[in-house]
Nanobody, 123 residues
Framework: QVQLVESGGGLVQAGGSLRLSCAASGRTLSRYAMGWFRQAPGKEREFVVG????????YYADSVKGRFTVSRDNAKNTMYLQMNSLKPEDTAVYYC????????????????WGQGTQVTVSP
Protein backbone atom coordinates (compact mmCIF):
# COMPACT_ATOMS: atom_id res chain seq x y z
CA GLN A 1 0.00 0.00 0.00
CA VAL A 2 1.21 3.48 -0.80
CA GLN A 3 1.94 5.96 2.01
CA LEU A 4 1.01 9.60 1.41
CA VAL A 5 2.24 12.76 3.13
CA GLU A 6 0.80 16.21 2.44
CA SER A 7 2.64 19.48 2.90
CA GLY A 8 2.34 23.13 1.97
CA GLY A 9 -0.66 24.19 4.00
CA GLY A 10 -0.73 27.39 6.00
CA LEU A 11 -2.44 30.70 6.64
CA VAL A 12 -3.09 33.01 3.72
CA GLN A 13 -5.23 36.07 3.09
CA ALA A 14 -8.19 35.94 0.74
CA GLY A 15 -7.02 36.28 -2.83
CA GLY A 16 -3.70 34.66 -2.07
CA SER A 17 -2.17 31.41 -3.26
CA LEU A 18 -0.81 28.19 -1.83
CA ARG A 19 0.73 25.10 -3.36
CA LEU A 20 0.12 21.77 -1.70
CA SER A 21 2.25 18.71 -2.28
CA CYS A 22 1.48 15.04 -1.74
CA ALA A 23 4.54 12.82 -1.58
CA ALA A 24 4.16 9.08 -2.02
CA SER A 25 6.33 6.29 -0.71
CA GLY A 26 6.13 2.54 -0.56
CA ARG A 27 4.86 2.18 -4.10
CA THR A 28 5.27 4.16 -7.27
CA LEU A 29 2.72 6.89 -7.68
CA SER A 30 2.13 6.04 -11.34
CA ARG A 31 0.15 2.99 -10.24
CA TYR A 32 -2.57 5.19 -8.78
CA ALA A 33 -5.24 7.65 -9.72
CA MET A 34 -5.15 10.46 -7.19
CA GLY A 35 -7.41 12.98 -5.60
CA TRP A 36 -7.47 15.93 -3.25
CA PHE A 37 -10.28 16.21 -0.73
CA ARG A 38 -11.00 18.68 2.02
CA GLN A 39 -12.93 18.72 5.25
CA ALA A 40 -14.03 21.82 7.10
CA PRO A 41 -15.10 21.72 10.77
CA GLY A 42 -18.55 20.22 11.13
CA LYS A 43 -18.75 19.26 7.48
CA GLU A 44 -18.29 16.07 5.52
CA ARG A 45 -15.17 15.38 3.55
CA GLU A 46 -15.64 16.63 0.00
CA PHE A 47 -14.00 16.07 -3.35
CA VAL A 48 -11.83 18.90 -4.66
CA VAL A 49 -9.83 17.61 -7.64
CA GLY A 50 -8.75 14.35 -9.21
CA UNK A 51 -6.15 13.21 -11.70
CA UNK A 52 -5.65 10.03 -13.69
CA UNK A 53 -2.61 7.81 -13.45
CA UNK A 54 -0.72 9.52 -16.26
CA UNK A 55 -2.04 13.00 -15.51
CA UNK A 56 -3.83 13.16 -18.83
CA UNK A 57 -7.30 13.57 -17.33
CA UNK A 58 -8.27 15.87 -14.51
CA TYR A 59 -11.47 16.45 -12.59
CA TYR A 60 -12.56 19.50 -10.63
CA ALA A 61 -15.32 20.37 -8.24
CA ASP A 62 -17.35 23.30 -9.53
CA SER A 63 -16.37 25.35 -6.50
CA VAL A 64 -12.68 25.35 -7.47
CA LYS A 65 -12.75 25.36 -11.27
CA GLY A 66 -10.62 28.14 -12.68
CA ARG A 67 -8.85 28.68 -9.34
CA PHE A 68 -7.21 25.33 -8.51
CA THR A 69 -4.92 23.24 -10.70
CA VAL A 70 -3.91 19.65 -10.02
CA SER A 71 -0.75 18.12 -11.46
CA ARG A 72 1.58 15.22 -10.81
CA ASP A 73 5.19 14.30 -11.39
CA ASN A 74 5.36 10.53 -11.36
CA ALA A 75 9.15 10.61 -11.63
CA LYS A 76 9.20 12.44 -8.28
CA ASN A 77 6.34 10.41 -6.84
CA THR A 78 4.54 13.65 -6.04
CA MET A 79 1.18 15.25 -6.75
CA TYR A 80 0.52 18.97 -6.46
CA LEU A 81 -2.41 21.29 -5.94
CA GLN A 82 -1.93 24.90 -6.96
CA MET A 83 -4.58 27.02 -5.29
CA ASN A 84 -5.09 30.59 -6.47
CA SER A 85 -7.64 33.26 -5.63
CA LEU A 86 -8.28 31.59 -2.31
CA LYS A 87 -11.49 32.35 -0.44
CA PRO A 88 -12.36 32.00 3.25
CA GLU A 89 -14.68 29.14 2.32
CA ASP A 90 -11.65 27.19 1.11
CA THR A 91 -10.54 26.88 4.73
CA ALA A 92 -10.28 23.18 5.58
CA VAL A 93 -7.94 20.29 6.17
CA TYR A 94 -6.80 19.08 2.76
CA TYR A 95 -6.13 15.39 2.18
CA CYS A 96 -4.59 13.57 -0.73
CA UNK A 97 -5.81 10.09 -1.56
CA UNK A 98 -5.02 7.27 -3.95
CA UNK A 99 -6.90 4.48 -5.68
CA UNK A 100 -6.08 2.00 -8.40
CA UNK A 101 -8.25 3.50 -11.13
CA UNK A 102 -10.41 6.59 -11.40
CA UNK A 103 -14.07 5.60 -11.30
CA UNK A 104 -15.79 8.09 -9.02
CA UNK A 105 -15.30 11.11 -6.76
CA UNK A 106 -16.55 9.35 -3.66
CA UNK A 107 -14.10 9.42 -0.74
CA UNK A 108 -15.11 5.89 0.22
CA UNK A 109 -13.69 4.59 -3.05
CA UNK A 110 -10.16 5.77 -2.23
CA UNK A 111 -7.97 3.23 -0.47
CA UNK A 112 -5.00 5.26 0.78
CA TRP A 113 -5.03 8.60 2.58
CA GLY A 114 -2.57 11.08 3.93
CA GLN A 115 -2.86 12.74 7.35
CA GLY A 116 -3.93 16.09 5.93
CA THR A 117 -2.61 19.63 5.91
CA GLN A 118 -4.46 22.65 7.25
CA VAL A 119 -5.32 25.52 4.92
CA THR A 120 -6.72 28.66 6.52
CA VAL A 121 -7.85 31.63 4.45
CA SER A 122 -8.49 34.84 6.34
CA PRO A 123 -10.96 37.46 5.04
Amino acid sequence: QVQLVESGGGLVQAGGSLRLSCAASGRTLSRYAMGWFRQAPGKEREFVVGISRDGGTTYYADSVKGRFTVSRDNAKNTMYLQMNSLKPEDTAVYYCAARDWWTSRAPADFTSWGQGTQVTVSP
